[in-house]
């Protein structure tokens, strides 16, 4: 949510420039990504029946993460 809610609003209300408003966006990528991927592996472990469809949402903020460090190093 803060992704879409924060970022894109609060950011540049503070005069936080686009390079640093990058940096926070990537931080919280890499906090997302860590979340995703330890319940991904408690949900494997305990065969629950929704893990496919966290496996979407883990992909989907995958394709996110990549796309931002794309732009970094582009």
Known sequence: ???YI???????????????????LLTVDVIATIA???TLR???RL???RRWQYLALAVLVGFFFMSDVRVLFV
Request: hydrophobic share 60%; proline share 10%; charged share 5%.
């Open 1 to 3: 949510m803060s992704r």
């Open 36 to 38: 995703i991927v330890a």
């Open 42 to 44: 408690r949900l494997w």
């Open 47 to 49: 065969q629950h029946p």
């Open 6 to 24: 924060v970022l894109p609003f609060v950011l540049p209300l503070w005069g936080i420039a686009t390079g640093a408003a990058l940096g926070i």
